[in-house]
């Protein structure tokens, strides 16, 4: 059995930038833990996967090399690239029906757009352990699925160096995904922000545009704007257009292929018990 496979650095125009995804193309689904070993031996913080269900309709699951997760936005961008860009079977929208629903990625000069549920945050008492964590006292902690921590300046945010064992204990005290730390940002961008999620294998992703779930609508209401340029200040970093829309956040972004080729799955895909060597 051979499997397309593509390498794609989402939220950039450039190779080596951004958040790299890997996405496969399937006839049909394999078993879940086939689908585990090959995001865990691709060792990218996410790996897509796409059974087609119709023209411009496809389902679409996303693993860490740890775990399936509910929802991926940089890996849902390389995904639409993918279909819109490298094997052209798409042209206006495509329509991804997911764990979190139904996702429609439209693209406009260049730029893919993503519909995303809303996931404003709460506010918090700051946990036991996040100063452990993250060494430096916040001026605001928030919850949804992630841990929200805000600082006033973008420089703290870029210099932040966790202990990710902390990290990975207060997220399951907390039963959170990941931790995102922002700041405002500067110039054209509106807010800057990092994402770390050591608990499903991920300590630093990138960029992440499920983040912006969260991001998009606290920044939104705090600067009073509705249209939103970040920027995730990791060692790669990567530019976000969003925008809010109240229960949906819309957020865009540029992507480039890195490479491509095929998976080869030698046998014994055909149930969840059966050995499958990569």
Same mark, same amino acid.
């Given at each position: ?13 450039? $190779?080596?930038?951004?958040?790299? $995804? ?35 309709? #496809? ?18 961008? $390389?995904?639409? #690239? ?30 893919? #757009?993503?519909?995303? &549920? ?9 946990? &036991? ?73 991920? &300590?630093?992703? &990138? ?22 340029? $970040? ?48």
């Amino acid at each position: 059995m051979k499997v397309p496979l593509f390498q794609v650095d989402a939220f950039t125009d450039r $190779a080596f930038r951004g958040n790299p $995804a890997a996405v496969c193309l399937l006839d049909g689904w394999i078993p879940d833990h086939v689908m585990q070993s090959i995001a865990a031996e691709n060792n990218l913080s996410e790996t897509a996967f796409l059974v087609k269900k119709g023209y411009g309709i #496809y389902e679409l699951r996303w693993f860490t090399p740890a775990t399936e997760v509910d929802l991926c936005g940089h890996a849902t961008l $390389a995904s639409a #690239y993918v279909l819109f860009d490298v094997v052209k079977e798409v042209s206006e929208e495509v329509i991804f029906i997911t764990r979190s629903g139904e996702l429609r990625v439209h693209v406009d000069n260049g730029v893919f #757009y993503m519909d995303f &549920p809303a996931r404003p945050p709460e506010p918090l008492l700051k946990p &036991p352990g996040l100063i452990t964590s993250l060494k430096i006292e916040p001026t605001e902690v928030l919850k949804a699925r992630d841990l929200l921590v805000v600082y006033d300046v973008q420089d703290v945010v870029k210099t932040i160096e966790p202990d990710f064992s902390a990290l990975t204990a207060l997220s399951r005290d907390l039963n959170v995904l990941g931790i995102i730390v922002t700041a405002p940002g500067s110039g054209k961008i509106d807010f800057v922000s990092r994402f770390f999620a050591p608990i499903v294998g991920v &300590p630093e992703d &990138p960029v992440t545009g499920s983040a912006h779930c969260t991001l998009v609508p606290y920044w939104a209401r705090r600067l009073g704007k509705s249209e939103l340029v $970040a920027y995730q200040a990791s060692k790669r970093g990567g530019e976000l257009f969003c925008r809010y829309c109240g229960d949906r956040v819309v957020i865009g972004g540029r992507a480039v292929l890195f490479a491509r080729g095929e998976i080869l799955l030698e046998g014994g895909a055909e149930s969840d018990e059966g050995r499958v060597d990569l």
